[in-house]
Structure formats: C-alpha cells, structure tokens
C-alpha cells in the first residue's frame, strides 16, 4: 500500500492555529504541516476543529471549539451567521476585515502575476451595515413549512430569514409582507427537483437617496392566481413601493431570472442618484449592489482616468453605462459596450435622463467589439475594464496591446483574473502604478479593486 502524507482522518479532531484567510474567508491552518482550512475562524484562533473532507494537498474542517480567541474576533451580530451563506466575515473587526482584503489583493499580485505595485489600504465603510440595494431570496416549502432566505453555505438548502443585517432595511419589510401573503393566498411555491410550482424568487431593488422599492417575483410560468388581490395588498402595505414586476423563468436549473418581464403595476425601476447623476435601475439590469460605495468607486475611476476634457473613452463591460456618464463630464466622447442587452437600454435612458449627449452604447461582446472597433481605426486616449470574475479574454488584451491606449483602468471583483490580465499588460508594454481597493461588500470575502495603468513610452 502506497504510503500517505496526509497527517489527519476524516472524523478525527484536531487542534491547530489560524494563521490567516484563504479567497473564500476561510481560516487557513497548519497541521503538521498540512493546510487546513477552517471557515468562521480569524488570524490568531487557536482552535479544536472536526476534518470533514480531505483532498491531497489540504483538509477541510468545521471548528468544534475556540481555545483560544483571536484578538481580532468579534461576536458575529447575525442571528442567522454561521448558517446563511451570504456572510463570511461578521465574526472578524471590520477594520482586520480591511487588512485582510487588502492583503489578498497584494498577495494574489505578487504571487500570480509577479506584480510588485504599491497597493493602497482598503477604502471602507464608516457604516457597514445595511447597504445593499438588491436581494434575491429563493422560496421554497418543505412540507407545510414556508421558508424564504439565502442558501446555506455550499448548499441549496434555503436558511428561513426574517432580517439580514446587510440588506436595506426595506427589503426586510418587503419580504415579511410577501409571507404572509403567500401564506393567505395559497400562492403555489416552486420545486426545484420536481420542475413544478409557481413562485421561485423574491428580489427586492432599493434607491437609498430616493427611499423608493422594486419588488420583483420570479415565477415558473405565466399564470398568477389571486393577482389583483396580491397587488392590492402589496401597494397597501409595502412602504416605498414604486413597482412590481413579474419575471418569467420556467427553465431548469440556477439561473434566477428569465428573459420575460411582466409589469403588474408602478413602474418597473427604482431611480437612484449618484455623484450628481440620476440612474433609473431596472428589475434585472446590472448595478453595483453598494450604492454608497459604488459612488467612492465611480470618483475613483474618475481621478485615475486623468481626463481633461479631449479624449476619447471606451468602456468595456459597461453595465448600465454608470462608469461612462460620470466620465462623459470630463471628456470629447465616450463609447460603452456591453453584452446584456437590457442593461445597454438602461444605459441610453440614463444617459437621456441626464441629458447626456456625448455617450454611444453597443450590445454585444466585448472581446468581439473590440477588435472590430480596432479594425475600423478607432483610437482611444483611456480604456476602463470592468470585467465579469472571470476576467478579460485574451483576444481583448491582444486588442488592446494592438490599439496601444495611453492609460487603462481596471475594475475588478477578482484578485486572481485581475493578476493574471495585469501581467499580460505588462508583457505587451503597460506599467500597474497602483492598485486601490474599495470595500464593496463588507462582512464577506468579496474584494472590488481598481489598477491604474499606463503604457510604457518605448
């Protein structure tokens, strides 16, 4: 029998010490040498841990008992943490949170990309509590019991809600009302391994400087029995409440929304105003889900974009077009792209509502566009990057190398994608000069950084 190096058996307990965080949030230990991860631990916990799973080069296990806390612990405020997914980190400081994400960043820079770039500590939160303006809760029965939520981590089994303390307060309200509701009603809830049933999701869209609400109800098919009735009382007791719309999904599998948007009532937007700018947001448009920040993000780009008013700007990956206007101000001509087709309509309209003239969008495939944008001579002075987490396709960064842009700006959910993509910048002739995070979504592991770039005069 081949000998094994792995120190540890499933089932078995073990102590070791938390020395810091893996990408997910989770502590990261050593036994005997061998990693050890460990989710709901902080740097300097000395735990007594359970292994529940064992690959070849690491453990997972779940900790049994703190022996001794870190200094950077903090009591978790969640009644449901530990259970619901949606947070990774209420149980460490805010402020060790910051530190650790920032560290993240320089870390997957360094190792992934061979980058060695200054990068600025975390731009926080003074509140970071309450500040997200979407939702998505799936519903589901299991026997006579209704439970709405978020998932459980690594699972699809949906943890019962009744607040979430990063959620606008709002969406709490909302939601108490929708059960009750589908309670009274006997509104048919969706089963997912079945493919049968109505009502699949509720998500909520919030305007923090506006008060306003979008409530949107994902259903497995056209018909909604009791209708009128459900709007009625949703519109009589629902504050804030500007619209409700029906989303069509009757596909199989994860995907939340469908194709199709019924309008039961209201209008089917929230309006939020950032920077000076108003942005009507859509049932399913993209938006940053952090409005506060999203406006520190948004001037972020502004100031590494360095414009003064001649230059041409594209803005790859754009959205709703939110980066492109707040840039429009300072420049000749700004050209957006985008792949989802409902968000470049919501990117017109804005710019239309803001009276915003020297703006064009494009729906299709960045990777796409580009280099046909290229072909047909178009030169631009600065290119924002604002990819998915899986980072810029390599077609688009040889497009860009080909065009030679003066500055690049690079937005990115993704420490890894965004080392590997920097080092092929720097391989085709671009200096990162630095690299500033912002605090999107505090209280998990998700990290938004923003590279500053700029090609190498040869």
Known sequence: MAKTNVPVKKGEKIALEICGLNHDGEGVGRFEGFTVFVPWTAPGDKVEAEVISLQKSYARALPFKVLRPSPQRAEAPSPYYGSCGGCQLQHIRYDAQLHWKRQLVADALQRLGGIDVPVQ?????????????????????????????????????????????????????????MRELITDLNLPVYAETEHRGLLRHIITRT?????????VLVTNGRELPGKEQLVARLVERVEGLVGIVQNINTRRGNAIVGAENLLLWGRDYVEEELGGLRFQVSATSFFQINSAQAEVLFNLVQQYAGLDGG???????????????????????????????????????????????????????????????????????????????KGCEEKLLAALAAMQPPRIVYVSCNPATLARDLRILVESGYSVREVQPVDMFPHTSHTESVARIERVKG
């Open 311 to 389: 230059e041409t700007v594209l803005d790859l990956y754009c959205g709703s077009g939110a980066i492109s206007l707040f840039l429009s101000r300072q420049a000749a001509k700004v050209i957006g792209v985008e792949s989802y087709a409902p968000a470049v309509q919501d990117a017109v309209k804005n710019a239309r509502l803001n009276g915003i003239v020297n703006v064009e969008f494009h729906a299709g495939q960045a990777e796409e566009l580009m280099p046909a944008m290229l072909q047909k001579g178009l030169k631009a002075d600065l290119v924002v990057l604002d990819p998915p987490r």
């Open 207 to 215: 305007s923090f400087s506006r008060g306003e609400l979008l409530l």
């Open 121 to 177: 500590p975390v731009m926080g939160m003074a509140e970071p509590w309450h500040y997200r303006n979407k939702a998505q809760y799936p519903v589901v029965k299991e026997g006579s019991k209704l439970k709405i939520g978020f998932y459980h981590r690594r699972s699809h089994d949906v943890v019962d809600l009744r607040c979430c303390l990063i959620q606008h307060r709002a969406s709490a309200q909302a939601l108490a009302v």
